[in-house]
């Protein structure tokens, strides 16, 4: 039987080159880290790149897509 969580919450922490995300689900006694990831990125300040920001887009999608995680479920 999957869990069931109330909630998911996406962490996400932009460094210079690199970005983690951390996928965390809300269930009724407490909460559970259900996945994270640390990929290479370049920098997302203002101007970047199309090529970063699809980057960024495509490996946030697949990060939710592996853990069960819906773009329009999470908080």
Known sequence: MAPFY???S???????DSV???LVGKKLRGTEVIGSNVFECA??????????LEQFT???RQFLKDHGG???QII
């Open 6 to 8: 109330f909630e998911k």
């Open 70 to 72: 819906a773009p329009e």
């Open 43 to 52: 920098g997302l300040e203002p101007g970047a790149s199309e090529e970063t």
């Open 58 to 60: 495509r490996q946030t």
């Open 10 to 16: 996406l962490g996400i922490d932009i460094r210079d």
């Open 20 to 22: 983690s995300l951390c």
